[in-house]
T-cell receptor, first 115, second 115 residues
Framework: GAVVSQHPSRVICKSGTSVKIECRSLDFQATTMFWYRQFPKQSLMLMATSNEGSKATYEQGVEKDKFLINHASLTLSTLTVTSAHPEDSSFYIC???????????FGQGTRLTVV | GESVGLHLPTLSVQEGDNSIINCAYSNSASDYFIWYKQESGKGPQFIIDIRSNMDKRQGQRVTVLLNKTVKHLSLQIAATQPGDSAVYFCAENWYSGGGADGLTFGKGTHLIIQP
């Protein structure tokens, strides 16, 4: 299957700083990528849809000014958590789909800890 | 195997037995469903998918059943192995006509394989 690579896998940052997470599709082009957040022992929650060359679409309740998404190319989307706070500590996962009715391929996830 | 009631977070089965994991989905308009396996600290891994025009699909050791009347999805794993221990999520998607869409995930079931 297709490969989605996410970096870094773990990051610890101080409260008030910003953190950037990268998501790359290694062997296919993804015009659309998705960002999810997962708290411990909970399910994945869709945060936003990242569209190549245009603005991201955010789910209700997700602050677009806090979670900046950039999809600069067909193989790269980035999520920047700005002015991070301890409550932003979570597991962030990106995914990409090759089209409708196709499976979504997931990155390895990024464990963010804000101290 | 043991049939699991909806919303039970943990299912424990003996190695070699069959297991059945159940999921209730929310949107009657959903037309594509996927089962994912997630091991601790990793992103979801695709297991099997099914479209709404089908009620059963088989893979290697896995079978997915779809009952659209009651909005119910199940995953059957035959002859469970220790490596099957993980959290299993069902995910649903409905075709919006605007391209690839994000998935809505169920709550998840933690499958534990007893030696």
């Amino acid at each position: 299957g297709a490969v989605v690579s996410q970096h870094p896998s773990r990051v610890i940052c101080k409260s008030g700083t910003s953190v950037k997470i990268e998501c790359r599709s290694l062997d296919f082009q993804a015009t659309t990528m998705f960002w999810y957040r997962q708290f411990p022992k909970q399910s994945l929650m869709l945060m936003a849809t990242s569209n190549e060359g245009s603005k991201a679409t955010y789910e209700q309740g997700v602050e677009k000014d806090k979670f900046l998404i950039n999809h600069a190319s067909l193989t790269l989307s980035t999520l920047t958590v700005t002015s991070a706070h301890p409550e932003d500590s979570s597991f962030y996962i990106c995914s990409a789909r090759t089209g409708d009715f196709s499976e979504a391929f997931f990155g390895q996830g990024t464990r963010l800890t804000v101290v | 195997g043991e049939s699991v009631g909806l919303h039970l977070p943990t299912l424990s089965v003996q190695e070699g037995d069959n297991s059945i994991i159940n999921c209730a989905y929310s949107n009657s308009a959903s037309d594509y469903f996927i089962w994912y396996k997630q091991e601790s600290g990793k992103g979801p891994q695709f297991i099997i998918d099914i479209r709404s025009n089908m009620d059963k699909r088989q893979g290697q050791r896995v079978t997915v059943l779809l009952n659209k009347t009651v909005k119910h999805l199940s995953l059957q794993i035959a002859a469970t192995q220790p490596g099957d221990s993980a959290v299993y999520f069902c995910a649903e998607n409905w075709y919006s006509g605007g391209g690839a869409d994000g998935l809505t995930f169920g709550k998840g079931t933690h499958l534990i394989i007893q030696p």
